[in-house]
């Protein structure tokens, strides 16, 4: 049953609702929250010209109805998540637990309903060009890309990454110095590093194909005689009771020769010396700090 425009009116009932989609933000209730935004929707367009008559309550209405669907992204169409990355991509950090992990994890459930591989491909490509074309400011200061002053919307700081970095695999540790010390990124405060870095992992995440291990969003198990456990995102996890013969064999492994990865470590251990504990730059060249010695 819709609701009233007397209701969307009543402002009881708007803190009432403002309390319920806080409760649906704080245990992630997803469907509810979809279902939620959904009941407001169609009430707001049936209420013929409410936006007209009280555009302020619309707005704060419009507000709670774009989290409810952040929360509800799982159960979002295709359609509607390509338009929400498009349109809608800077409202989640109104959600304080919104991170890459959480991110990841709801827009994995749309991923794996879609059944062909490379139609999941389609879709992260498109999801990539929504990122393109966003006109959303994402930080404060105008931007210089290509050599241009730019407004600071998500279309111009993946130009500006894009320009510096390129399209295909990237360099690690070029990757992080372009964080910390970029022409764009080194006077940004602290939230706003943290949401330009949100965006452009989105964007490393979504640039690997299903088609290929690094990439695939199923859990593959491995087991064989000497070694069991699972890859996760190209990551290879042996089970608990292996852990223990694993280092055994790699104790008894003859020296190897310094790869590339063993000398971004080491760079990127020396780069973190330079900042403290608990710093932006700190906390994201320990991140790749992990993620290299993960994936070496």
Do not use: C
């Not at 929707?41 to 109805?65: H, M, P, T, V, W």
């Not at 919104?98 to 062909?116: P, Q």
């Not at 790699?250 to 470590?265: C, G, S, V």
Request: proline share 2%; net charge neutral.
């Amino acid at each position: 049953m819709l609701i009233s425009e007397a209701q969307l009116n009543d402002k009881k009932f708007f803190e009432e609702i403002k309390i319920k989609s806080q409760d649906f933000i704080d245990y992630d209730q997803f469907r509810e929250a979809y279902d939620l935004a959904k009941l407001l929707e169609q009430s707001i367009d049936q209420a013929k010209g409410f936006k007209d008559r009280n555009y302020e309550l619309y707005r704060l209405y419009k507000e709670i109805i774009i989290k409810m669907k952040w929360v509800g992204l799982p159960i979002m169409s295709e359609n509607m998540a390509i338009d929400y990355f498009q349109n809608n991509l800077t409202k989640i950090f109104n959600i304080s637990w919104y991170n890459l992990e959480n991110l990841w994890r709801k827009l994995t459930t749309i991923l794996l309903s879609i059944m062909v591989f490379g139609e999941r491909d389609k879709f992260k490509k498109n999801l990539i060009q929504a990122l393109l074309n966003n006109q959303e400011k994402i930080t404060g200061k105008k931007i210089i890309v290509n050599n241009q002053e730019k407004q600071p919307t998500v279309a111009n700081w993946m130009q500006d990454y894009i320009s510096v970095l390129g399209t295909g695999k990237i360099n690690k540790l070029a990757r992080t110095q372009y964080l910390i010390n970029g022409k764009n990124t080194k006077d940004l405060n602290e939230q706003e590093k943290n949401r330009i870095k949100l965006l452009f992992d989105i964007y490393e995440k979504l640039k690997l194909s299903s088609l290929t291990i690094e990439g695939v969003e199923e859990e593959i198990p491995v087991d064989e005689d000497e070694i069991k456990g699972i890859i996760i995102g190209g990551v290879f996890e042996t089970f608990k009771e292996e852990k223990v013969l694993y280092h055994e064999a790699a104790k008894k492994a003859e020296p190897r020769i310094k790869t590339e990865a063993e000398n971004n470590l080491a760079e990127l251990r020396r780069m973190a010396a330079n900042y403290p504990p608990g710093s932006f730059e700190r906390k994201a060249i320990e991140e790749e700090i992990d993620r290299v010695a993960r994936n070496s």
